[in-house]
């Protein structure tokens, strides 16, 4: 019976992901991306090795998510993603198994029948790789502007993994070293090696953007979404200006509060901490302690904040003012960008408007401002 090895490519350094951790070491429903790539392959029965390449300063990360799996010592890629698994295949030179499957580790919902489909594959062809046809119309641009239509047919869209019977893929990667290829297929196809294109599936998808995690997420079913509110008032007195979502406005009036007072981003704190139970913000910082007399807001909510990332994501934030004065209409945009920078948001993601109260109440009689806002949150851990 033949013997495979798989190599499961995680030496990348998730760039275009952003954020300060891996793509690959993030969480997705209560285990990570790269362990979940792991498992599917070890799940199959079918491989005698399975070797994971990871960055050298990554080591710490790759052992907190995957030192228990029983796997050998990853292997330390290289500059680029074919120097990585070069490095694997000369790992598994001494090995000699008969085929090899590679797979990027950003693919953590590969299934058992494309395994196998590829697999099965290698037992007549040298090569054999994963793809879904396409389906979309394609368009060649030219600075922005479509100038063509693509024929669709006969066009697929590759994953992974790709199989190979070792030696071939081996010896090709040798003689491709310091070219700059694609995957592994191209580096096959350069040497005059035929590959099979076998069914894929649509959901063995490659993460990419924090959008592609939140669909996985959801394909996994494990996503723990929540939504936290938060309400606060403040009195207004004589004065020369307010602090509202951390910008300054000026008015003959100022807010009234052991810190600055602004109540958008007071609001929006209680928000943060009711989506992860963690309380409320006169629990964080009481107003019968000095340390926060005057004290700049910001410094709740980048609290808050931290809190939240230590379990997971903030999705987005909403902030609802109400005054009669100032007009909040021509500082919105400041606003804005101000609670985005405190929460390392895209301002996308977060929404301030206004409201008056049609002369009712206190707000209308301009007494005092209030604030209500709203928080999503991811939990991931």
């Known amino acids: 019976m033949p013997r495979h090895a798989a190599v499961i490519v995680a030496a990348g350094t998730g760039e275009r992901f952003g954020g300060s951790l891996p793509k690959q070491y993030r969480p997705l429903a209560g285990s990570s991306v790269l362990r979940r790539s792991v498992e599917a392959f070890r799940a199959s029965g079918r491989f005698g090795d399975i ?41 598994l030179a001494s090995h000699a198994p008969d085929g090899v499957l590679v797979h990027d580790a950003a693919r953590p919902l590969v299934d058992q029948d494309t395994i196998a489909r590829v697999l099965d594959a290698l037992e ?11 389906v979309d119309t394609i368009k060649r641009a030219e600075g922005g502007i479509a100038s063509g239509t693509v024929d669709r047919s006969g066009l697929w869209q590759a994953q992974t993994p790709q199989g190979f019977r070792f030696a071939t893929l081996l010896a090709a990667h040798r003689a491709a070293a310091g070219e700059s290829l694609t995957d592994d297929a191209a580096v096959a196809e350069r ?23 939140t669909r996985a997420e959801r394909l996994l079913g494990g996503a723990d979404i929540r939504t936290g509110t938060g309400f606060d008032v403040h009195r207004l007195v004589p004065g020369d200006g307010v602090i509202l979502c951390g910008v300054h406005i000026p008015h003959p009036f100022k807010l009234d509060g052991h810190s600055d007072a602004d109540v958008g981003l007071h609001a929006l704190t209680d928000a943060l901490l ?61 606003m804005v960008a101000r609670v985005a920078e405190i929460l390392q948001l895209d301002p996308e993601r977060v929404s301030v408007k206004a409201t008056t109260t049609e002369r009712l109440g206190f707000t209308g009689r301009e007494e005092g401002i209030a604030a209500q806002a709203s928080a999503s949150v991811r939990i991931e851990r």
């Not at 990360?61 to 330390?76: E, K, M, R």
């Open 51 to 91: 070797v994971v390449v990871i960055r050298d300063e990554h080591r710490a990360l790759y052992d907190a998510t995957a030192s228990d799996l029983g796997l050998p010592d990853p292997v330390i890629g290289g500059a680029t993603r074919q120097d990585s698994v070069r490095a694997a295949l000369e790992w």
């Open 124 to 134: 007549t062809a040298e090569a054999a790789i994963a793809a879904v046809p396409v």
């Open 191 to 213: 040497q005059g090696i035929a590959v099979r294109i076998v069914e894929g599936h649509v959901d063995n998808f490659k993460i990419t953007t924090e959008a592609d995690l």
């Open 274 to 334: 009711g989506a992860i139970g963690a309380g409320d913000i006169g629990q964080h910082f009481p107003p019968s302690d000095e340390r926060w007399r005057g004290a700049d807001s910001a410094a709740f909510l980048a609290h808050a904040a931290s809190l939240v990332r230590a379990r997971g994501t903030i999705l987005n934030v909403d902030v609802t003012l109400m005054c009669e004065r100032p007009k909040i209409g021509p500082n919105r945009a400041a």
